[in-house]
């Protein structure tokens, strides 16, 4: 089983900064088959990237993927209220079919 | 407007059965692969279930393998999953969600539904 492990756990930032929030996978993610999700309290979850790098239809150009491997990065820059939200990374392949990770609670006061 | 719309949740009794619906619109619904995913609470999301666009590939997390059953019914643009045995791990909210597969891949799900609530307790 691909174990992912996101970090750091919870991020508190301000606006305009810069997030960097981190998902690592305890095997190699063949194809860079990883996607990340945005959710936020009592909703559904949103997707932002797939592919490691490709932004989902109407993502603002603020959000970006990449990594490759093991080691996966989203980075939100020019933080707006509206990004606080628990961040999730996923990946596709072996069994289970998909694994997620723990989320990331990003904060923006 | 793709609309993913869950419904059958509740509370139900260790050991019972529940059966839960997605009603889908807005797309092709027999030509996408689906999921269930299901999020306890305060915890992460679980992928729990997968059926292929055309039926042919049905997959299960070992968490529930044995004791759910996803289908899906092409007419009323549906999906379903059966559970029975409930355990009171299995208490969570369940979403479904519509996933995409280039190039014969399905790797990434781009649309869920609102999820609903399954509670197991006595």
């Known amino acids: 089983e691909v174990v992912l492990t996101q970090s750091p756990a919870t991020l508190s930032l301000s606006p305009g900064e810069r997030a960097t929030l981190s998902c690592r996978a305890s095997q190699r993610i063949s194809s860079n088959y990883l996607a990340w999700y945005q959710q936020k309290p009592g909703q559904a979850p949103r997707l932002l990237i797939y592919?490691?790098?490709s932004r989902a239809t109407g993502i603002p150009d603020r959000f970006s993927g990449g990594g490759s491997g093991t080691d996966f990065t989203l980075i939100i820059s020019r933080l707006e209220p509206e990004d606080s939200a628990v961040y999730h990374c996923?990946?596709?392949?072996?069994?289970?079919?998909?694994?997620f990770g723990q989320g990331t609670k990003l904060d923006i006061k | 407007e793709v609309q993913l719309v869950e419904s059958g949740g509740g509370l139900v009794q260790p050991g019972g059965s529940l059966r839960l619906s997605c009603a889908a619109s807005g797309f092709t619904f027999s030509s996408y692969s689906m999921n269930w995913v299901r999020q306890s609470p305060g915890k992460g999301l679980e992928w729990i279930s997968y059926?292929?666009?055309?039926?042919?590939?049905?997959d299960y997390a070992d968490s529930v393998r044995g004791r759910f059953t996803i289908s899906r019914d092409y007419a009323k643009s549906s999906l379903y999953l059966r559970m029975n045995s409930l355990r009171d791990e299995d208490t969570a909210v369940y979403f479904c969600?519509?996933?995409?597969?280039?190039?014969?891949?399905?790797?990434?799900?781009?649309?869920w539904g609102q999820g609903t609530l399954v509670t197991v307790s006595s």
């Open positions: 969600a519509r996933v995409r597969c280039p190039n014969g891949v399905c790797h990434y799900l781009d649309y």
């Open positions: 059926i292929s666009a055309s039926d042919s590939t049905i």
């Open positions: 996923q990946q596709y392949g072996g069994s289970p079919r998909y694994t």
């Open positions: 592919g490691a790098s």
